[in-house]
């Protein structure tokens, strides 16, 4: 009689909650073994005196990947959540000037875009269209795949596009939005999203100027509840699909036998035998600190090279009285702007006056809060790799919250606010063994970014691979999510280039 093979995943971060699922369906015998008590990683769950907040995502783009996912759980998006088109999108306020609103109007954004710069309506429509032209290619032929058949990359199609790719890589994310447009404030606009790749638009390839496809074309989504009704749901789903979880077991190590994977030892100095081991944990921290030197891919060493995307301060506020002035999600950007990513990225200094973001879930959902209160959710990203003393981040919040209120006109922001909860650089370490204290992993520059990003394998030890936001594809839950089905695709040796139509029995699966 055969016996299935056992698969340990270490963490229930979104992409080891995604793996864990896939390969139980596959036929595996699935464990997984996450360090707190409960499941999420980055996208968690605070909550505390009537207020509700997501503590790391908030933005939910890319509503296929999602739909995707539901698929290959044989449900749908429908059916497991209640998500809904936000229009406001997201609101754009600037040092000088009045502030501008992005709706789900295609054609009002562009009204808005030519009162800012003549011209720049018809331009919006041009740099959409090839943002969409960009983002539909490479989910066809980048993001789902192993980069392990060269056919489907040079596909028919990909040829044909071959000399807008190559115009792209030769030029930065920066260099293309400003071929487009010139005013400052509109170039902000089209350039923040290079934050959600961990990187800055000097350096970020034209290439993820596709990301325009996301919130002008796709839109912006909220399930109802908040991001942690996602993460609920997922649990749920990969628990029905047969994975066992252990909360509160930190794994120490990752057994290795004559270069095979064989299993995991936890803190608390239990072990547990596995044919195939997938870390969800930070990359850094599973390869320099679960992995003897000798069984490193990626040692020390290697990392010296990488660049981390950027850390962050967040606020967690409970505010008393509505605030009309902020929309769902809400932008404030500095006229410093191309200072501000300098200073994150490369002299890494805190800028002062920062761009900054704030999420008010509560103009969707009034009850993630106490009746007449709103929760805000604030983050101002930070340099890799620095952490705050406690007199800093005091200096931190004031300074935030004084621009909040200068920015957005709440003039008595201070002395409204009832209730405060923060995470900052060390909380990433402690909570996630970040490298660098980064909020995201390593960011998207060109040299990491597709086949040039860690792979999702050791090349050392067979059976151990990698999932999440440290591998390919890159950071966000979408990201993670297809980083889920990557690993899977390699585990199963499927070599296809674009999202697969189910999850399929592995013949390996069973001894
Ligand atoms: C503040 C913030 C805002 C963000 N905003 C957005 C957004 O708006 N939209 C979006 O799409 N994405 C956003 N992201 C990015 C997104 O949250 C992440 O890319 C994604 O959630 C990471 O998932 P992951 O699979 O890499 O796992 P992670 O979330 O990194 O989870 C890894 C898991 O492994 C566990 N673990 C680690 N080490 C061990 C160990 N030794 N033993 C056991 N368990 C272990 C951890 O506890 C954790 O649960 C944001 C992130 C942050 C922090």
Request: charged residues 20%.
């Given at each position: 009689m055969s016996t299935p093979k056992k698969a340990i995943v270490i963490g229930a971060g979104i992409g080891g909650i995604a793996t864990a699922t896939y390969l139980s369906k596959a036929g595996y015998e699935v464990e997984l073994y996450e360090?707190?008590?409960?499941?999420?990683?980055?996208a968690g769950l605070h909550q505390a005196e009537g207020f509700s907040f997501d503590?790391?995502?908030s933005w939910y783009l890319m509503p296929e990947v999602f739909e995707h996912f539901f698929a290959l759980c044989n449900t749908t998006t429908a059916a497991q959540l209640d998500v809904v088109r936000l229009d406001p999108a997201y609101k754009v306020f600037f040092e000088n000037g009045a502030p501008i609103t992005i709706g789900a109007d295609q054609v009002e954004n562009q009204a808005k875009f030519e009162i800012t710069e003549p011209g720049a309506g018809k331009q919006l429509r041009r740099y959409t269209a090839q943002a969409s032209l960009l983002y539909k290619l490479s989910m066809k032929h980048f993001l789902y795949t192993n980069f392990q058949s060269i056919r489907g990359i040079f596909s028919l199609e990909v040829l044909r596009n071959a000399p807008k790719f190559l115009r792209l890589l030769g030029r930065s994310f920066d260099q293309e939005v400003s071929h487009y447009f010139t005013h400052p404030h509109l170039k902000m606009i089209l350039e923040y999203s290079s934050v959600f790749l961990g990187a800055s638009p000097y350096k970020t390839p034209a290439l993820y100027t596709l990301m325009g496809a996301l919130d002008f074309d796709q839109g912006v989504y909220y399930p109802r509840g908040g991001i942690y009704k996602l993460i609920e749901k997922m649990a749920k789903l990969s628990e029905e699909a047969g994975v066992t979880y252990h909360y509160s077991s930190t794994v120490k190590k990752i057994i290795t036998q004559a270069g095979h994977v064989t299993g995991i030892q936890l803190a608390s100095g239990k072990s547990a035998s596995a044919d195939l081991v997938i870390s969800n944990a930070d990359l850094h921290h599973t390869e320099t600190a679960m992995l003897p030197s000798a069984q490193q891919s990626y040692p020390e060493a290697y990392w010296d090279k990488k660049v981390s995307g950027p850390s962050a301060l967040l606020l967690y506020l409970g505010v008393k009285g509505k605030l009309p002035e902020l929309a769902h999600h809400d932008l404030l950007f500095v006229d410093s702007w191309r200072e501000n990513f300098e200073a994150i990225y490369e002299t890494k200094t805190i800028p002062n006056p920062a761009s900054l973001y704030i999420s008010k879930t509560t103009e969707t959902e009034?009850?993630?809060?106490?009746?007449g209160h709103e929760a805000l959710v604030v983050l101002v990203p930070l340099p890799a790799g620095v952490t705050l003393t406690a007199k800093m981040q005091k200096n931190l919040e004031s300074q935030t919250i004084s621009q909040i209120e200068r920015m957005a006109g709440i003039t008595d922001l201070t002395s409204r606010i009832v209730y405060k909860h923060t995470m900052g650089p060390a909380d990433f370490k402690a909570q996630f063994q970040s490298w660098q204290y980064s909020m995201l992993g390593p960011g998207h520059t060109l040299k990491q970014t597709a086949i040039f990003r860690t792979q999702n394998y050791s090349k050392k030890v067979k059976n151990l691979y990698y999932v999440g936001g440290s591998t390919i594809p890159g950071v966000g839950m979408p990201m993670c999510l297809i980083s889920a089905e990557l690993v899977y695709k390699r585990i199963v040796d499927d070599k296809s280039n674009g999202p697969i139509s189910h999850i399929k029995f592995d013949e390996k699966a069973s001894t």
């Amino acid at each position: 009689m055969s016996t299935p093979k056992k698969a340990i995943v270490i963490g229930a971060g979104i992409g080891g909650i995604a793996t864990a699922t896939y390969l139980s369906k596959a036929g595996y015998e699935v464990e997984l073994y996450e360090q707190h008590a409960k499941p999420g990683g980055r996208a968690g769950l605070h909550q505390a005196e009537g207020f509700s907040f997501d503590t790391g995502p908030s933005w939910y783009l890319m509503p296929e990947v999602f739909e995707h996912f539901f698929a290959l759980c044989n449900t749908t998006t429908a059916a497991q959540l209640d998500v809904v088109r936000l229009d406001p999108a997201y609101k754009v306020f600037f040092e000088n000037g009045a502030p501008i609103t992005i709706g789900a109007d295609q054609v009002e954004n562009q009204a808005k875009f030519e009162i800012t710069e003549p011209g720049a309506g018809k331009q919006l429509r041009r740099y959409t269209a090839q943002a969409s032209l960009l983002y539909k290619l490479s989910m066809k032929h980048f993001l789902y795949t192993n980069f392990q058949s060269i056919r489907g990359i040079f596909s028919l199609e990909v040829l044909r596009n071959a000399p807008k790719f190559l115009r792209l890589l030769g030029r930065s994310f920066d260099q293309e939005v400003s071929h487009y447009f010139t005013h400052p404030h509109l170039k902000m606009i089209l350039e923040y999203s290079s934050v959600f790749l961990g990187a800055s638009p000097y350096k970020t390839p034209a290439l993820y100027t596709l990301m325009g496809a996301l919130d002008f074309d796709q839109g912006v989504y909220y399930p109802r509840g908040g991001i942690y009704k996602l993460i609920e749901k997922m649990a749920k789903l990969s628990e029905e699909a047969g994975v066992t979880y252990h909360y509160s077991s930190t794994v120490k190590k990752i057994i290795t036998q004559a270069g095979h994977v064989t299993g995991i030892q936890l803190a608390s100095g239990k072990s547990a035998s596995a044919d195939l081991v997938i870390s969800n944990a930070d990359l850094h921290h599973t390869e320099t600190a679960m992995l003897p030197s000798a069984q490193q891919s990626y040692p020390e060493a290697y990392w010296d090279k990488k660049v981390s995307g950027p850390s962050a301060l967040l606020l967690y506020l409970g505010v008393k009285g509505k605030l009309p002035e902020l929309a769902h999600h809400d932008l404030l950007f500095v006229d410093s702007w191309r200072e501000n990513f300098e200073a994150i990225y490369e002299t890494k200094t805190i800028p002062n006056p920062a761009s900054l973001y704030i999420s008010k879930t509560t103009e969707t959902e009034p009850e993630l809060a106490p009746k007449g209160h709103e929760a805000l959710v604030v983050l101002v990203p930070l340099p890799a790799g620095v952490t705050l003393t406690a007199k800093m981040q005091k200096n931190l919040e004031s300074q935030t919250i004084s621009q909040i209120e200068r920015m957005a006109g709440i003039t008595d922001l201070t002395s409204r606010i009832v209730y405060k909860h923060t995470m900052g650089p060390a909380d990433f370490k402690a909570q996630f063994q970040s490298w660098q204290y980064s909020m995201l992993g390593p960011g998207h520059t060109l040299k990491q970014t597709a086949i040039f990003r860690t792979q999702n394998y050791s090349k050392k030890v067979k059976n151990l691979y990698y999932v999440g936001g440290s591998t390919i594809p890159g950071v966000g839950m979408p990201m993670c999510l297809i980083s889920a089905e990557l690993v899977y695709k390699r585990i199963v040796d499927d070599k296809s280039n674009g999202p697969i139509s189910h999850i399929k029995f592995d013949e390996k699966a069973s001894t």
